[in-house]
T-cell receptor
Framework: EADIYQTPRYLVIGTGKKITLECSQT?????MYWYQQDPGMELHLIHY???????EKGDLSSESTVSRIRTEHFPLTLESARPSHTSQYLC??????????????FGEGSRLTVL | AQSVTQLGSHVSVSEGALVLLRCNYS??????LFWYVQYPNQGLQLLLK??????LVKGINGFEAEFKKSETSFHLTKPSAHMSDAAEYFC???????????????FGKGTHLIIQP
């Protein structure tokens, strides 16, 4: 069983609010990722990190930002949420030779609805 | 550039019947290939992966997939469907020359597997 946790699982907020989606893993993985998932669509990578103080944008442009101050923690922040940000956000991690040559471990997701 | 096509956004089979979920890829180099499963209200978990060893790959829960280079396919099969197999299945492809990391991983749009009692 994967030890990667996301909070909150569900969030409904109004337009213009600032939100932070939390992601923590207890596996000591150096690589962490955020994906955006919409029904009937492929997963899109929006941010990734290969270690502390390392963050990169993924293939899907996103107005969110991330930070990696500690190995186990990779929060995602939206400074001013809009209805277009409504989606499911999945956090994942991999370690050692992980990534596409190994296995991604996913959290259960955070479903965000912006009214 | 690499891409993944999963034929059929929804597949319905009877309990006990063969499960066949189709995945075709395009890649300029021999790829690594993966199937992930997502149960309702959960994250994805790895079912199986192909990384240039045996072309027939066995995974968890009785699933297997065969890499066919000539057909650029990596279809997922299970001889006998169980009700517990109802889930979303994602095929993914990676370019081994991408340097590793999920920034080189491309997912398909997913296939929703429905099991009829």
């Amino acid at each position: 069983e994967a030890d990667i946790y996301q909070t909150p699982r569900y969030l409904v907020i109004g337009t213009g609010k600032k939100i932070t989606l939390e992601c923590s893993q207890t596996m000591g993985h150096d690589k962490m990722y955020w994906y955006q998932q919409d029904p009937g669509m492929e997963l899109h990578l929006i941010h990734y990190s290969y270690g502390v103080n390392s963050t990169e944008k993924g293939d899907l442009s996103s107005e969110s930002t991330v930070s990696r101050i500690r190995t186990e923690h990779f929060p995602l922040t939206l400074e001013s949420a809009r209805p277009s940000h409504t989606s499911q956000y999945l956090c994942a991690s991999s370690g050692g030779s992980g990534g596409p040559f190994g296995e991604l471990f996913f959290g259960e997701g955070s479903r965000l609805t912006v009214l | 550039a690499q891409s993944v096509t999963q034929l059929g956004s929804h597949v319905s089979v009877s309990e006990g019947a063969l499960v066949l979920l189709r995945c075709n890829y395009s890649s300029s180099v021999p790829p690594y290939l993966f199937w992930y499963v997502q149960y309702p209200n959960q994250g994805l978990q790895l079912l199986l992966k192909y990384t240039s060893a045996a072309t027939l790959v066995k995974g968890i829960n009785g699933f297997e997939a065969e890499f066919k280079k000539s057909e650029t396919s990596f279809h997922l099969t299970k001889p006998s469907a169980h009700m517990s197999d109802a889930a979303e299945y994602f095929c993914a492809v990676s370019d081994p020359g991408s340097g590793g990391g999920a920034d080189g991983l491309t997912f398909g749009k997913g296939t929703h597997l429905i099991i009829q009692p």
